[in-house]
């Protein structure tokens, strides 16, 4: 320094620690002009890691664990390191008595394209900015929107955006996966709890639902309904031989048809008969294009 003081580190210590203060929201900048950073927000304070207990640091350990698995890479890595910075200012020497990494937390990866797209709507969600989306939905029809990231949900393998979609002036909830492009805007936006604060697993993107739903389930497909529940409100009855009919109230309409297709016949569907044929048309062109799979091969 100009008054003969020295920080006493070498200045690869001074950039990691201007990178992790970054990371952890301090609003820097370099002033060129004074050869210098600059803390903007004067008011900001540096929030320490608490000091944990055994059963809290297990929990840290195993939260971090599951945002490893569950979230893509680069938003997992910002929560990956808020963890090692607890870890860092707790015991060394600390013990919970699990090997955390003996837990495995099984997710198919994302692709490459939709990491990079859901980083974008987190951080539209996270700074409450509007987004401009380009969207295909089930049927192939593609639009633009421009949306207001309310909340994320994460609904059987798969993360969802819950929105107010100004196309369509309402609440609309987006696949992630199907979004083909995400563009970040200047405009924040008000939290709106009423489009999510009521969205449960039963009601999750409810807009066209099937009612009173009935299924004929074969033994296994007793067992896969148990593992894999379709509504929390579904009963069963039992029927003749070895089969039984599950009842539930409602279920979005894409939600059951892939729900009894990934029975692989241990389910039928018996009522409503809109649901019935839904399963007969999309088991008849899996078929179909199976079969003209087959007959391309062989010519």
């Keep these: 320094m100009d008054d003969g003081t020295t920080l006493g580190c070498v200045s690869k210590t001074v950039i990691r620690d201007i990178a992790e203060l970054k990371a952890m929201g301090c609003p820097l900048r ?38 490893s698995a569950c979230l893509p890479k680069e938003v997992a890595t910002q929560v990956a390191r808020v963890g090692q910075a607890i870890f860092e200012a707790n015991t060394d020497d600390f013990d919970h008595g699990v090997d955390t990494t003996s837990m495995k937390i099984l997710m198919p990866p994302l692709a490459p394209e939709t990491e990079r797209i859901f980083a974008t709507v987190y951080e539209g969600w996270a700074q409450r900015r509007l987004l401009t989306i380009r969207y295909t939905d089930e049927k192939g029809e593609t639009t633009e ?32 996966a199907r979004i083909e492009a995400a563009k970040l805007l200047d405009v924040t936006f008000q939290p709106r709890p009423e489009l999510y604060e009521d969205v449960t ?63 692989r016949g241990e389910a039928t569907p018996i009522a409503p008969r809109e649901l019935v044929e839904d399963v007969i048309a999309a088991s008849r062109a899996v078929t179909e294009n199976a079969m003209r799979q087959l007959e391309e091969e062989h010519k």
């Design 201 to 263: 697993f039963d009601t999750f993107d409810g807009r066209k639902v099937y009612e009173n739903i009935s299924i004929r389930l074969t033994k296994a497909g007793r067992q896969f309904a148990l593992a894999h529940v379709l509504h929390s409100k579904q009963k069963f009855e039992k029927a003749d031989g070895e089969s039984f009919i599950m009842t539930l109230p409602a279920k979005a309409k894409h939600l059951a048809v892939e729900w009894i297709l990934a029975q």
């Design 145 to 176: 929107r421009t949306i207001e990231p309310q909340a994320l949900l994460f609904h059987g393998m798969g993360w969802y955006i819950c929105c107010y979609c100004y196309l369509r002036g309402g609440q609309r909830t987006f696949a992630i």
């Design 30 to 67: 370099f002033n060129r002009k004074l050869d210098t950073y600059e803390l903007l927000d004067k008011s900001w304070e540096l929030s320490s890691a608490p000091l944990l207990g055994g059963s809290e640091m297990l929990a840290v350990a195993v939260g971090t664990q599951f945002a």
